[in-house]
């Protein structure tokens, strides 16, 4: 792994202003002592479906940091979902089809808190919203040129990340707290997108250099990480606990980028790659873990179809 220090960020002013300015956690502490495990770990796996749709899509999960709640968002058809669990042995899921009242469609709910916060998209994914006390509000950067908002992850204490389209449809970072947008790159990023934010303030994502490399990324203590999957071409971070574990999705192939067919997920723990993967299906991915190393993601079916699933460790 490749540590990239944060001078533009520092030089720029933002250091101060992201989440994360506390001292680097564990997680980038270990970052740089990477390995590769073999196989899977071992996980009892519940599948979710929303009423009536033939395909669900879990994008995230409440950390679990201050409820003992188990609530997973995502979209099914051409709107968003909250998805209810419980049970230990016996697991159930209620559901809430949750939409921005304000705009078109369709959308999709991307992340959640422990207080029932969510953030998503609406107007064809291309303008964001959050839901907050029963009240919708819409996310927009008041950047130059911007053309959309993507609010990907909100944490405990309701800071936002997520990615923006400038001028030329290039995708950047930024952070919403406190009522204040920011925008962010990684140093030598082209271009960004920041997935998942934990309790910390440590933010997970994904970016990209002007020659075409790929690499997830990990800010802590101001500080922009690079990492990417031994003998991966691209690695899509999704998600971070507050025990530093980050779960996501890679590709060995470059054809995979372009269909996702052989995508597998993957968990980051303590510095050990670990492969998440539902055998014999075309793709897998995780997309959120809370703080009990669950883990929500989906899968590809042999007939097309997107199949959600929640594993517990």
């Not at 073999?38 to 519940?46: D, E, F, L, N, W």
């Not at 009240?135 to 040129?145: D, E, H, L, N, R």
């Not at 203590?221 to 507050?242: E, K, L, M, Q």
């Not at 530093?244 to 993957?266: E, M, P, R, W």
């Amino acid at each position: 792994m490749a540590v990239i220090p944060s001078t533009s960020l520092a030089q720029a002013g933002f250091a101060s202003k992201l989440p994360g300015k506390n001292p680097a956690t564990a997680a980038a502490q270990t970052a740089s002592h990477q390995a590769k495990t073999p196989g899977a770990p071992s996980y009892t796996y519940t599948l979710l479906s929303f009423p009536g749709t033939l395909s669900t899509f879990a994008e995230g999960m409440n950390l679990g940091a201050t409820t003992s709640k188990i609530e997973i968002v995502g979209g099914a058809g051409e709107g968003g979902f909250l998805a209810r669990v419980s049970g230990k042995k016996t697991v159930s899921e209620t559901y809430k089809a949750v939409n921005y009242p304000h705009g078109p469609g369709p959308g999709f709910v991307n992340a959640v808190n422990d207080s029932g916060q969510i953030v998503g998209e609406y107007n064809n994914y291309d303008s964001g919203y959050e839901l907050s006390g029963g009240k919708f509000t819409s996310i927009a950067v008041p950047f130059a040129g911007a053309l959309s908002t993507f609010p990907y992850g909100i944490n405990n204490s309701g800071e936002i990340v997520g990615g923006w389209w400038d001028s030329n449809k290039n995708e950047h970072s930024f952070t919403l707290i406190g009522g204040t947008y920011t925008s962010f790159d990684c140093p030598g990023a082209s271009g960004s997108a920041a997935f998942g934010i934990n309790s910390a303030g440590d933010i997970v994502g994904q970016y990209g250099d002007a020659s075409g490399a790929s690499y997830g990324f990990l800010l802590s203590g101001g500080t922009c990480t690079s990492f990417n999957f031994p003998g991966a071409v691209i690695t899509v971070p999704y998600a971070i606990n507050d025990s530093g574990n980050i779960v996501g999705l890679y590709c060995t192939t470059t054809q995979c980028i372009s269909d996702t067919i052989g995508a597998q997920g993957f968990l980051l723990s303590q510095g050990v790659f670990t492969t998440i993967a539902i055998p014999g299906e075309a793709f897998t991915y995780a997309a959120g873990i809370n703080n009990n190393g669950m883990v929500v993601g989906v899968y590809g079916d042999a007939a097309g179809l997107v199949v959600s699933f929640l594993a517990k460790p």
